[in-house]
């Protein structure tokens, strides 16, 4: 009987059923005016046609266009109405000028360093045209005197997080897509209740998608009066919009301005294999120490005056330099933000930039492989050049048809000589660029729409760090547990499995 409660009384159960409701009620006075009101049929199709009119013209990308114009021309009478509700990343006025805030924020706190560029020119000037790209475009400038350390498992990063939260003084800044109640969370959160008990400055923010089924309903009240102030990204209501769209998907721990962490693990069990969920789970982060953690603090803190509706002054959570040997630290470290909101993809534009500056060889590891155009010909056209080009996806999936969707780019990519892999033992969350002993991305980033479009996203860019020696050596290490592809095995597909991939691909922007 309580599980039956607990189902029906589920918050995701009552948004879901409330959000069909309205859609169904939709359909139904779309299609009773429609029987009775010609005029209203007329202007029904006129909104399609205009709707498909500014899809047509809006500088997004192509594939996601095609998403939208299929059902919109399958369905007119209330397509276009569809696309209003859900359709592309709308914001209100109040939301951009709040926007805008943050970027005038940003710009402000993390000002271009031009000398690191010209140190950077001086050794390959394709490096420092990336570097240049994440100043500029993302607010995120070069670092040096930054130690990393890359870890290639969930359970290396919870232990050092939990050996680094115990050592915070003044304030620990949380940021994640997930927080799940279990043995992770659990034994963080006695961290942070005796940190919190000090009087040190503790902040999470989660997102309400990401933890609607791993937090109960008020979850962020029950964390305040332990004297833990947290915040709930596009908390979820039961009311059709287009903001249900975009996500917070970064994950971020800070540490008194000079320890931070980011890449693709979440505050859940699954992540450090304490439970079994979808077979072993594959996953990684960095961490940073020194004076690349300013940035991910920017963000962090940007994210939360964006939230709270305050102006805060960033500088007095800026740290002097750590007392580490920097002399021992080589490289250059660069974090960066995606934001979804300013046309800018600039989580992709990396990715590509990487591909198109590469040599020797490509690593990548991916949950999810759902590509556009720019991004199979940046990679096939490398491929096709003798680069050697590897990807790493899972063989158990998280999501079906998602898997289906990466499958169905297998054949494609392999007869142009790329190599696909699948992680026989599981699920690899990993979202991880290696390129020539040289560059090394760790993000949040999947290659997928969501990510790259919709997503709140963070990373990490390496250049010549012993960290990208590390990416490399997990990467082959993970080949030895992973199955090749064949290209006849990508080929030998029954017929009903590729007109069934064939439908998802093309729907594959929206999922």
Same mark, same amino acid.
């Given at each position: ?8 009384l589920? $918050? ?6 409330s959000?069909l409701?309205?859609l169904?009620a939709?359909i ?5 005016f ?6 209203? =049929? ?9 709707? #498909?009119? @500014?899809i047509?013209n809006?500088?997004? +990308?192509?594939?996601?266009k095609?998403?939208?114009i ?9 397509g /276009? ?10 914001v209100?006025k109040?939301?951009?000028k709040? *926007?805008?805030?943050?970027?005038h ?12 560029l010209k140190e950077?020119?001086?050794i390959?000037?394709d490096? *420092? ?7 500029n ?11 990393t350390?890359?870890f290639?498992i969930g ?6 997080l939990? !050996? ?8 620990i ?7 799940s109640e279990?043995?992770m969370?659990?034994? %963080?959160?006695?961290i942070l209740? !005796?940190k919190?008990?000090?009087g040190?400055d ?11 089924l791993?937090?109960?309903y /008020? ?7 332990m004297g833990?102030?947290?915040?709930i ?6 009311v ?7 996500r917070?998907h ?11 962490f ?8 699954e992540?450090i294999n #304490?439970?079994?969920? @979808? ?7 960095? *961490?940073?120490k020194g004076d ?6 920017v963000?962090?803190?940007? *994210?939360w ?9 960033f500088n &007095? @959570?800026?740290k002097?330099?750590?007392?580490i040997d920097? &002399?021992k630290?080589?490289?250059? %470290? ?7 909101l300013?046309?800018?993809?600039v989580?992709?534009?990396t990715y590509? +930039?990487l ?9 990548i590891?991916t ?7 720019e991004?199979? #010909?940046?990679?096939t056209?490398a ?5 050697d #080009?590897?990807i790493i996806?899972?063989h158990?999936?998280?999501?079906w =048809?998602v ?5 169905s ?5 392999? !007869?142009?000589g ?5 992680y ?8 991880n660029?290696v390129v020539?002993d040289?560059y090394?991305v ?6 997928d =729409? $969501?990510s790259?479009?919709?997503?709140f996203e963070?990373?990490?860019?390496m ?8 990416m ?5 290490d ?5 199955k090749e592809?064949t290209y ?9 499995r590729?007109l069934?991939?064939?439908?998802l691909?093309a729907?594959?922007?929206l999922m």
């Amino acid at each position: 009987m309580k599980f039956i409660k607990k189902i029906l009384l589920n $918050r995701i159960l009552v948004i879901g059923i409330s959000i069909l409701a309205q859609l169904f009620a939709l359909i139904w006075a779309t299609l009773k005016f429609q029987d009775y009101f010609v005029l209203f =049929y007329a202007i029904s199709i006129i909104i399609s046609i205009g709707v #498909v009119l @500014f899809i047509i013209n809006d500088p997004i +990308n192509p594939a996601y266009k095609i998403a939208w114009i299929i059902p919109i021309l399958l369905f007119p009478i209330f397509g /276009g109405l569809f696309y209003i509700f859900f359709g592309g990343n709308k914001v209100n006025k109040r939301d951009k000028k709040r *926007m805008k805030f943050i970027e005038h924020k940003m710009k402000q706190c993390l000002p271009p360093d031009r000398d690191i560029l010209k140190e950077i020119e001086l050794i390959d000037k394709d490096a *420092m045209n990336q570097s240049s790209y994440l100043q500029n475009s993302a607010y995120g400038p070069p670092f040096k005197d930054t130690f990393t350390e890359y870890f290639p498992i969930g359970e290396l990063k919870f232990k050092r997080l939990k !050996e680094e939260l115990k050592k915070a003084k003044e304030f620990i800044f949380l940021e994640y897509f997930i927080i799940s109640e279990g043995k992770m969370w659990d034994e %963080i959160l006695e961290i942070l209740k !005796e940190k919190a008990s000090e009087g040190i400055d503790i902040r999470i923010i989660y997102d309400d998608f990401g933890c609607v089924l791993t937090l109960p309903y /008020g979850y962020d009240k029950k964390l305040e009066s332990m004297g833990i102030k947290c915040a709930i990204f596009n908390p979820l209501i039961p009311v059709l919009s287009p903001k249900l769209n975009n996500r917070d998907h970064r994950k971020i721990a800070i540490i008194d301005g000079h320890t931070g962490f980011t890449g693709g693990i979440n505050l859940a069990d699954e992540y450090i294999n #304490v439970i079994d969920r @979808f077979g072993h789970w594959k996953d990684s982060a960095i *961490m940073l120490k020194g004076d690349a953690v300013w940035s991910l603090t920017v963000m962090f803190l940007s *994210m939360w005056d964006y939230m709270k509706g305050i102006d805060e002054d960033f500088n &007095k @959570f800026k740290k002097e330099k750590v007392h580490i040997d920097y &002399k021992k630290q080589k490289g250059y %470290i660069q974090p960066f933000t995606d934001n979804p909101l300013d046309d800018e993809t600039v989580g992709e534009i990396t990715y590509l +930039n990487l591909i198109n500056k590469a040599k020797d060889y490509i690593y990548i590891t991916t949950p999810y492989l759902i590509i556009d155009n720019e991004m199979v #010909v940046a990679l096939t056209s490398a491929a096709k050049a003798g680069i050697d #080009v590897k990807i790493i996806t899972p063989h158990n999936p998280d999501k079906w =048809y998602v898997h289906a969707v990466t499958r169905s780019f297998y054949k494609l990519l392999i !007869e142009k000589g790329i190599k696909i892999y699948e992680y026989i033992p599981g699920f690899i969350h990993s979202k991880n660029f290696v390129v020539d002993d040289n560059y090394g991305v760790v993000s949040t980033i999947n290659m997928d =729409y $969501r990510s790259l479009y919709l997503h709140f996203e963070c990373g990490v860019w390496m250049y010549k760090t012993d960290s990208v020696y590390d990416m490399k050596k997990d990467f082959l290490d993970t080949l030895e547990l992973c199955k090749e592809i064949t290209y006849e095995e990508a080929t030998d597909i029954k017929l009903h499995r590729r007109l069934g991939r064939s439908i998802l691909r093309a729907f594959s922007p929206l999922m």
